[in-house]
């Protein structure tokens, strides 16, 4: 079974290439990858997962390296070049996952959106409401 890491890089390819299944040993330049899809994978990659990334390289260095460092499309973990480099699927997750990244955890700001949050009652709009205007 795929790891999460795994997993989403292989959603990722799948929407790039447009390819509905991608296996662990699927290759990327025989999908149809190419220089220019890489550097698709690459920004959606390094959008989806560079925060925790960052927080895993603050974990271990101080904190200035992780907000002066590149993990942008020409350098870091995310970098084109590396997926060029390491087409199979299975290999360019583990090498994500060796630099440390990670599926980033549901943000604090996400979990209380998601969560019901409790209305004063009386508050128009609610039922408590319409049961005292009554």
């Known amino acids: 079974a795929p790891t999460p890491l795994e997993a989403h890089v ?3 390819w799948a929407e790039v ?3 509905k299944e ?3 040993y699927s290759n990327f330049v025989t999908l149809g990858g190419d220089s220019i899809k ?3 994978v690459s920004r959606v990659l ?3 997962l560079q925060h925790a990334h960052e927080t895993a390289r603050c974990g271990r260095h101080h ?5 002066s460092a590149d993990y942008g499309l020409l350098g870091g973990p ?3 070049t590396h997926l060029l480099k390491m087409p199979l699927l299975h290999r360019y997750a583990a090498f994500l996952a060796a630099e440390g990244v990670t599926m980033p955890k549901p943000a604090e700001s996400d979990a209380w959106t998601a969560s019901p949050v409790a209305v004063p009652a009386g508050h128009a709009g609610t039922a408590d409401a319409a049961a005292t205007d009554a």
């Open 17 to 19: 290439l447009g390819v």
């Open 78 to 80: 995310f970098a084109a």
């Open 22 to 24: 991608i296996g662990l």
């Open 63 to 67: 904190p200035s390296d992780a907000l």
């Open 10 to 12: 292989s959603s990722v």
């Open 38 to 40: 890489a550097l698709q």
């Open 46 to 48: 390094s959008t989806a």
